[in-house]
């Protein structure tokens, strides 16, 4: 079975400039989430999505950060314009939907931003 | 709000030796734990996956425990070998409405020296 899916898998940008993060997750997986992981932290969720629709994006720095998961399968995470304090590995996990919340996520490898 | 806290922040031990790792979360309605490993520039490999109902789950020299009213797990590393050597974070599943949350602790850096 393969697993979730990212690129690329390091981005090196100019603050104020745009990028974006692709994901494609395990096939059959309902959810997908983003995570902003920084240096020497744990991850942080910036968007979950059920579907494609969105169910928690409480965390999502909006006037920058967009996501869109189009016909429920991938997914794009783009930041525009970016800052300096963006620079971490941005986390796309997947898993089954189970309402009571007991399957296994899955993570892909992870896209390391750099904001210089 | 649900905070997962992770101690210690990093330890080294000699290979062959025994480990514990703690993870404690402040908030036990949970519907289960995750244990992942993190090498340094890649995703996270789940480990370990406890149900709220169960108390502990075994994986070769892995062995997490759960409970979940003192809001509390460990993992067992037995005989640490130098490829152990990683970041170990814990993770708690809540349900919130219609959004299933994961919560993460900051991690453990373990350092297994030969």
């Known amino acids: 079975e393969a697993g979730v899916a990212q690129s690329p898998r390091y981005k090196i940008i100019e603050k104020r400039q745009s990028v974006a993060f692709w994901c494609n997750p395990i096939?059959?997986?309902?959810?997908l989430y983003w995570y902003q992981q920084i240096l020497g932290q744990g991850p942080k969720l910036l968007i979950q999505?059920?579907?494609?629709?969105?169910?928690?994006d409480s965390q999502l720095p909006k006037d920058r950060f967009s996501a869109e998961r189009l016909k429920g399968v991938d997914s794009t995470l783009k930041i525009q314009p970016a800052k300096l304090e963006d620079s971490a590995v941005y986390l796309c996990?997947?898993?089954?939907?189970?309402?009571?919340?007991?399957?296994?996520?899955?993570f892909g490898q992870g896209t390391r931003l750099t904001v210089v | 709000k649900q905070e997962v806290t992770q101690i210690p922040a990093a330890l080294s031990v000699p290979e062959g030796e025994n480990l514990v790792l703690n993870c404690s979360f402040t908030?036990?309605?949970?519907?289960?734990l995750q244990w992942f490993r993190q090498d340094p520039g890649k995703g996270l490999t789940s480990l370990l996956l406890?149900?709220?109902?169960?108390r502990e789950q075994t994986s070769g020299r892995l062995n997490a425990s759960l409970d979940k009213s003192s809001g509390r797990s460990t993992l067992y590393i037995a005989a640490s070998q130098p490829g152990d050597s990683a970041t170990y974070l814990c993770?708690?599943?809540?349900?919130?409405?219609?959004?299933?949350?994961?919560?993460f602790g900051s991690g453990t850096q373990l350092t297994v020296l030969p």
């Open positions: 096939s059959g997986h309902a959810t």
């Open positions: 996990a997947s898993s089954l939907w189970d309402r009571a919340g007991n399957t296994e996520a899955f």
């Open positions: 993770a708690v599943s809540q349900v919130s409405g219609s959004a299933r949350q994961l919560t």
């Open positions: 908030d036990s309605a949970i519907y289960n």
């Open positions: 406890i149900q709220s109902s169960q």
């Open positions: 999505f059920q579907n494609n629709g969105v169910v928690d």
